[in-house]
């Protein structure tokens, strides 16, 4: 089991910079970093995360021995991870889905964001937890906050810790067995799954059409179109057109 060492910031620009440096510095895998404010805070495609004082901002250290072709499976892990760490806290496993790629909703609502930003050889992993402030992101996804599925407070160290220990304890079982022991735990949460989806595979390709069918043995998107199934790796961008419809 990978040792883990939670270091608290007051506050910083970004966890995942701190993070980032450390492990550059030769920082072990497991060191991880919490901040109560975020000055700076980012999500994936370097839109900005509100960072709102309340909130649990964690950044830590993984230094995968998987080829790194298998390194993205991991997005997907440690959002399940997150995903298991909520129902354990007291919030109700029926709300609870996974939006593909990183972010985890309650009640239809984001409640959480993972980002994923790797060098040579190792990757830090983000971690947003909106736990007493719901920050406004745009008009399309409404937020919510942890507080308001659960009876009791509880501190944003044992937050950190017990994501960080689900984090771990899956990331050793990928490590061990790959991630076909996974997805067939993480479908039965993934938001859109069964529903229209059109995607580019690059940014010059055409749009194509299909219905995703939830995360392939390997990770990828398992997308039928016609009557072929192909398991995607890498989608330049894709939507969902029932999402789309006010």
Known sequence: MVNINLNILNSCSSTNDIAFKAASMGAEEGNSYLAYIQTNGRGRNNNQWTSMKGNLFLSTIIKPKLNKSCWYQLSSIIGFSILDVLYELGVNKDI???????????????????????????????????????????????????????????????????????IFINYTLWAKHGFDIFYNKINPYIKNINECISFKISSKSKLINGVFLGLGINGGLKIKNKNDIVEYFSIESFSFPKDDIK
């Open 96 to 166: 609870i889905e996974f939006k593909w790629p990183n972010d985890v909703l309650v009640d239809k609502k984001k409640i959480s964001g993972v980002l994923l930003e790797s060098s040579y050889d190792f990757i830090i992993a983000g971690i947003g937890l909106n736990v007493l402030e719901v920050p406004i992101l745009d008009k399309k996804w409404k937020t919510t906050k942890l507080n308001d599925y659960i009876d009791k407070k509880i501190s944003l160290e044992r937050i950190g810790l017990k994501i960080l220990n689900k």
